[in-house]
Nanobody, 118 residues
Framework: QVQLVEAGGGLVQAGGSLRLSCSAS????????MSWFRQPPGKERESVAQ???????KYADAVKGRFVISRNNTANTVYLQMNNLSPEDTAVYYC????????????WGQGTQVTVSS
């Protein structure tokens, strides 16, 4: 029902920046919220940032002040600007949308690898 396509991952040196994007196949106003999660090697998936339809962002403590989540409603895309990256940010990053109201569940992208070298 909802397809999500992520882009923007890659290899970057510590202190560098990357911007991830997640394009949705539906109007993003039909979702309750959009989020980014990540799964570091050997660890469980964790929440990174979330943005609601009222454009209110929330961040995990580990990324506050370094990452910025934003949305382009016209392009049906959510972004994650990641600055001052450290090796601890190395993970597969996943886009998630909460579509419980209209679609009966939440949906995940395929994931994009972010690797930060020291």
């Amino acid at each position: 029902q909802v397809q999500l396509v992520e882009a923007g991952g890659g290899l970057v040196q510590a202190g560098g920046s990357l911007r991830l994007s997640c394009s949705a196949s539906r109007n993003i106003f039909t979702f309750d919220s959009m989020s980014w999660f990540r799964q570091p090697p050997g660890k469980e998936r964790e929440s990174v940032a979330q943005i609601t339809n009222s454009n209110r962002p929330k961040y995990a403590d580990a990324v506050k002040g370094r990452f910025v989540i934003s949305r382009n409603n016209t392009a049906n895309t959510v972004y994650l600007q990641m600055n001052n990256l450290s090796p601890e940010d190395t993970a597969v990053y996943y886009c998630n949308v909460d579509g419980r109201t209209l679609y009966g569940g939440d949906f995940w992208g395929q994931g994009t690898q972010v690797t930060v070298s020291s």
